[in-house]
């Protein structure tokens, strides 16, 4: 299941585009919510492959009129945890369209059940509400450049000691010159 089973084209409605991963790879979104999260999954190291509208699934809604739903992407992951297949949406449309879109969602935990994988709404507030799309946004800019080997070892060390951390507080940490942060970063 590495090809989408409907493509994302250009919308007037919202924002659509592509994400280039670190891995060579590339995934379509068709909102700035779903290109977020690409980029969250972009830096963590456990994802393997992302599958941008992996599966359509058939299924009858409570009036038993047949109905079809394709969830936004399937993640497969590195460390042979089950693939999870999300589900991408702000807070207020699933609120208000929640009689709708509750049968689409009942009837993909059946199917990632039955395919033994785990199936997840992720919206506004684990993508954008915590500091993991900033620090993305952030690193973007600076990980295709040359690496410093002993800069990268301190920053390395000094990472360890402090934990999760955010990119200006790791520096700080490492660097009481303001230069050699600047040359770090």
């Given amino acids: 299941m590495n090809r989408p089973v409907r493509v994302i084209g250009t919308n007037r409605r919202s924002l659509t585009g592509q994400v280039s991963f670190l891995r060579g790879s590339t995934c379509n979104f068709e909102s700035s919510l779903e290109r977020d999260f690409l980029m969250i999954l972009d830096f963590d ?3 393997a492959t992302v599958c941008e509208q992996p599966l359509t699934l058939k299924y009858q809604d409570d009036d038993r009129k047949r109905r079809q739903y394709t969830p936004d992407m399937l993640v497969t992951y590195s460390d042979e945890a089950a693939p999870i297949l999300y589900e991408v949406k702000y807070r207020e449309d699933l609120r208000e369209n929640w009689h ?5 969602f009942q009837a993909a935990i059946r199917y990632c059940k ?11 507030r684990e993508i954008r509400g915590t500091g993991l799309l900033n620090n993305a946004r952030f690193l ?5 450049l040359a690496e410093d080997s002993a800069t990268a070892t301190h920053l390395a060390r000094t990472l360890a000691v402090l ?3 955010t990119p200006e507080i790791l520096l700080t940490a490492a660097y009481a010159n303001e230069e050699k942060r600047m040359c770090a970063l």
Avoid: S
């Fill in 45 to 47: 190291p456990l994802v």
């Fill in 100 to 104: 709708i879109m509750k049968p689409k």
């Fill in 114 to 124: 039955q395919q033994g994988w785990g199936f997840r709404i992720v919206t506004e």
């Fill in 140 to 144: 973007r800019a600076y990980r295709d």
């Fill in 163 to 165: 934990g999760e951390t």
